[in-house]
């Protein structure tokens, strides 16, 4: 019932939302020729109307060529809403990667170099030790919030060995090495753990300073010591100065160009 309620867009949401189910019900199935008719549907580009009858296809190429910009966000302006589009697309990853069904030809996302700058996504947001830039219908005003996420992090870290991951994973985790997620991947928490450390010990902790994501719309200047609202927020230096330049469409609003100052 998955496959007629997906063309009907019976089952439809954000990005991700349903093609991920249609993944998901293929996979399982693991027979041909509703195997490969699913995935063919779930990649085919077509409709995104939610009242189309039948939309097409579910457009996963199309938004990784035509969607997702050059730094690796797609078209939501607020950072949590854009934040879905990496967090499913890698669950269909997941699921894809190492399947084989004879007769099928199986995507494999992980070679896809717009699905893997898509890891580089949302901690360059991050404008202090606390704070994620604000934009769209993100929080709440002056709310503390980190949108990246160590699993995604860890994840790209291990799949794509992109030391800037770690780091950013470990400055997620408050730069405490108990406080990183480390379970839930193939690799053992305790062999994670190592790479993490080996990675903190060679490049150091996350330090950002100067950002401009010409394809997002974000700059930023960064001074003062990450991390320090880790161990005493009374004595921190930091500070930071941004602005948003991007759409304000997609879960935005109409504050292009507003200055944020941290």
Known sequence: EIYPAIKASDIFGNTGLHQTPLVQAAIIKDRLPETAKWLDFAFRTGEEDFAQTDNGGLNILKLLVDQ??????????????????????????????GYKLEGAEI????????????????????????????????????????????????????KLDKPELAQAAFHVAQNDYSKLSLDGFDEAPDVILEKVKAVIETY???NLKGTNLTGYGFAALRDGNYGDMFTDPTRSNQRSLAVYYGKNTGH???DTL???IH
């Not at 797609?74 to 854009?82: I, K, L, S, V």
């Open 107 to 158: 995507p494999d996302l992980y070679k896809h170099p717009k699905f893997r700058k898509m890891f580089d996504v949302m901690y360059d947001l991050i404008v202090s030790d606390i704070y994620t830039f604000n934009t769209g219908d993100n929080a709440t005003c002056a709310m503390p919030e980190i949108v990246a996420k160590q699993t995604t992090l860890l994840k790209g870290f291990l």
């Open 204 to 206: 150091g902790t996350l």
């Open 252 to 254: 935005g609003h109409k």
């Open 68 to 97: 997702i910009d050059r730094d690796g966000y797609g078209t939501e302006a607020a950072p949590g809403y854009n934040n879905i589009w990496i967090r499913q697309l890698i669950v269909i990853a997941d699921l894809l990667e």
């Open 258 to 260: 507003n200055i944020g």
